[in-house]
């Protein structure tokens, strides 16, 4: 009926009790106007009592919650996805004619009958639609090839796929791997390499590769990885520059192994984001130079991060951790070692110090006879100035005084007393992976819960809501719920904690297995929280920092209040300088604190860009950044067709790869799907009766109708 294969209602109560109700309602209306004062018409009775109990049965809905559900049975036809290649790297000559044979492929599609059950798209850095009388929308200028589109782009369509066919060289250039994705789907994918597989006579950047902090004034490694084909023993001269100034040369000889390391002694002057560009020069008889180049950005931090330890009094936490900091030639450490209420170790400390201090260690800090302003100096650091710290609970902390800094801690404590616990880091699985647990042992959980015991005082420490347990403690084996290492991130304020004293003996007791787990967790713990921009208020970024022209630059950003509630209100604009040009990007609000926004140029040069956030005119934050566009065209640096990605492909999805020379066959394979694959679909639908607004305002107009008779007709 209809055409609806299934009619029916459900209850929240048995329907018994409903169909009882509506029995009952019905016949209260009738005894209501079985009598009427004064008397009126039969057919006014009717009317009246009609009016009531339908009025009466549409509230009797909200009680009993009927569902309404109607089934519609869909025949769905088949489709076959098709998506053709339309980046830059379609334009190399590499003699295969990879532009006609694409347009060639649409053209034999456009003529069969398989073009009613078809759909083309283009896809390079995104996916669009393509009508067969709009090939001019072929162009080849994409400036990225994405895979990883194709299949986001299938995924919950709800269309009846019957096949993917992609038309590609293979080469990703920006995404991931989708081969995985593609398995799961079920749908046969099917692949036509566009290109040559010879390798040709070349030599390529293949990699560059630089460690994650770099410190100005500090040499550090910075390691090309050359590569050639057909040009062993040949000399090759690899240039490192640092913002388009030369930094360091050296020449070399190709190796026979087609692939090899060169590594620069980089030491940079300044801090801030530098662009380092290496390339190879070029040779003679190159099938291309457009790979002899490659860029990768750099965030170099100021040259010393200045450490401050801070100690109650002496003690061997305080020698380790000294030593550790003292270890690292980025670090310029000092301390202030309390001996007595009025007398230091340090003779020529000054408060001066605490102004310049990046990061804090508080060593059994507070002491019961710390100086208070030199203690109020150090909370109005941490709390106004945002400083982070490093707290131990070492011999001597006062912890009646700690509670002056208990907001900026990553714990509370209550029921103070003067008993400590001996207990073992009880790391759990998964912690695995932090950056401050790393270690040199072959297990690393096994490392850190095998550590000699140390002593926790016997307080009730919690955890606050932002802050992350990295270990909780153990007590002859067994795990407690208690914490023992502590992370802290609550807007630009960072801190760690260690909740027990005598963590020396971490070190001593690693010593004889050439453990590197002491150092390397203060080390990393200086790193972690000298950490910059990771919560600002308002954080702006490209999506890359290197484009190729014809890509667009994307930009997101992230807007934040004082409390870090995301501000989903704001106005966001983007200035960005470079290729000769000037440029303002609004970036469009995406809720929840989110924007984003892209910049078409096809002004080739490195670009920087400055961010503001406003709200209602008062400026909440600003960012900064910088990118490249069109030095270097990764469409053009791999000049093969990936044959081995493409056979992949397909073969994991149970379809099939074929050379460009040979896909008239796929047609009739694709007939044969479209054959199998016409299959019917049950649509459901529901219509939740009781809460239709429609349904309540009949309701009330029944009564109102009711109401109004009744005084017409003069009725008591």
Known sequence: MF???????????????????????????????????????PAKKIFLTFLRALALILLLFVFFEPVLTLARKMTLNPVNLVFVDNSRSIQINDGMNRESTEKNFINDLNKSDLKKNSEIFTFGSKVSNLKYDSLQQLNFSEGSTNFANI???????????????????????????PTYTAAKLGIPVFTIGIGDTTARNDIWVKNVLANDLIYAGTPTSIVATISNTGFADKNATVTLYEDGTLSSQQKIILSSDGVQNVNFTYTPKTSGEKKLTVTVSNTKSEFTFANNKKIVYVNVLSSK?????????????LSFIKNTLKSDSNLAVNSYTQISADHFIEKNF????????????????????????????????????????????????????????????????????????????????????????????????????????????????????????????????????????????????????????????????????????????????VKWLNAKGKNKQVTIRTTKKVY?????????????????????????????????GSYQIHLNSLGNGLYDGSLQTNQAGDYKYTGNASLKGTLIGSDYGSFNLGEVDIEMLNPRMDYDFLNLLANQS??????????????????????????????????????????????????????FLRKRWGLI
């Open 548 to 580: 190729s022209l014809g890509e667009n630059i994307e930009f997101t950003g992230q807007v934040y209040d004082q409390t870090f509630n995301p501000v989903s209100n704001a106005d966001v604009t983007v200035n960005c300088n470079g290729g000769g």
């Open 654 to 707: 149970n379809g099939r790869f074929y050379y460009n020379s040979n896909y008239k066959s796929l047609f009739e394979t694709l007939r044969n799907l479209d054959n199998a694959s016409s299959k019917d679909k049950i649509e459901t639908s529901e219509i939740y009766l009781w809460s239709n607004t429609w349904l309540l305002i009949v309701a009330i107009i029944l009564f109102g109708t009711e109401w």
């Open 151 to 177: 299949f986001n782009s299938i995924n919950g369509n709800g269309k009846n796929i019957a096949s993917v066919v992609i038309v590609s060289d293979g080469v990703i250039t920006e995404g991931s791997d």
């Open 350 to 525: 000054t408060t001066k110090i605490i102004d310049s201090t990046n990061i804090f260690f508080l060593v059994g800090f507070p002491d019961k006879n710390t100086p208070q302003d030199l203690y109020q100096k150090v909370i109005a650091e941490i709390a106004q100035n945002d400083k982070p710290f490093f707290i131990v609970l070492s011999n001597g902390i006062d912890f009646q005084r700690l509670k002056a800094l208990q907001s900026e801690l990553g714990f509370t404590f209550n029921n103070i007393n003067s008993d400590y616990l001996e207990i073992q880091p009880n790391v759990s699985a998964g912690e695995e992976n932090n950056p401050l647990l790393q270690n040199n042992s072959d297990n690393i959980l096994d490392a850190w819960n095998n550590l000699p015991p140390v002593y926790q005082p016997n307080i009730d420490f919690k955890a606050k809501p932002e802050s992350e347990i990295l270990s909780q403690i153990k007590i002859n084996n067994s795990p407690i719920n208690k914490p023992l290492i502590l992370t802290r991130i609550l807007g630009n304020k960072r801190s760690i904690s260690v909740l027990a004293k005598d963590i020396w003996r971490w070190k001593l007791g690693t010593a004889m297995k050439n453990l590197d787990l002491f150092d390397r967790f203060i080390l990393s713990s």
């Open 305 to 317: 991060v200045n450490v401050l330890i801070l100690a109650g009094s002496p003690s061997s936490d």
């Open 3 to 41: 055409n609806f294969e299934k009619i029916g209602i459900n209850f929240s109560n048995p329907p018994l009790y409903f169909f009882l109700f509506l029995i009952l309602l019905a016949g209260y209306s009738f005894y209501v106007y079985r009598y009427t004062v004064p008397q009126i018409t």
